[in-house]
């Protein structure tokens, strides 16, 4: 079955640090463009943070931008989202999406494959 499987997430207080992976299953992803998400409760996803397949061109929501960073290591077949000085409002499930062709950030509805999840909560 063709999948992605993030990891990483967890409690964590306020300016602290978290980095998420993103690693799929039964595919390669260096033809993939990766784009992570978030959702809180209550809320609508979001997009937060997206890496291109070809040249690592990267793209960062407003709310998250100088404090997260995307990255790809094809060797590894892993996308990772190094989370920095993590906030209350940073708090939510985020997933990994993978959509094959030269796309920075895609549609949602144009993701081929999406993880289930990981928790990431940030409280004192």
């Known amino acids: 079955q063709l999948r992605l499987v993030e990891s990483g997430g967890g409690l964590v207080q306020p300016g602290g640090s978290l980095r998420l992976s993103c690693a799929p299953s039964?595919?390669?992803?260096?033809?993939?463009?990766i784009g992570w998400f978030r959702q809180a409760p209550g809320k609508e996803r979001e997009g937060v943070s997206c890496?291109?397949?070809?040249?690592?061109?990267?793209y960062y929501a407003d709310s998250v931008k100088g404090r997260f960073t995307v990255s790809r290591d094809n060797a590894k077949n892993t996308v990772y989202l190094q989370m920095n000085s993590l906030k209350p409002e940073d708090t939510a499930v985020y997933y990994c999406?993978?959509?094959?062709?030269?796309?920075?950030?895609?549609?949602?509805?144009?993701?081929?494959?999406w993880g289930q999840g990981t928790q990431v909560t940030v409280s004192s």
């Open positions: 999406a993978a959509v094959w062709g030269d796309y920075l950030c895609a549609k949602r509805d144009q993701y081929d494959y």
């Open positions: 890496i291109s397949s070809s040249d690592g061109r990267t």
């Open positions: 039964g595919f390669t992803l260096v033809d993939y463009a």
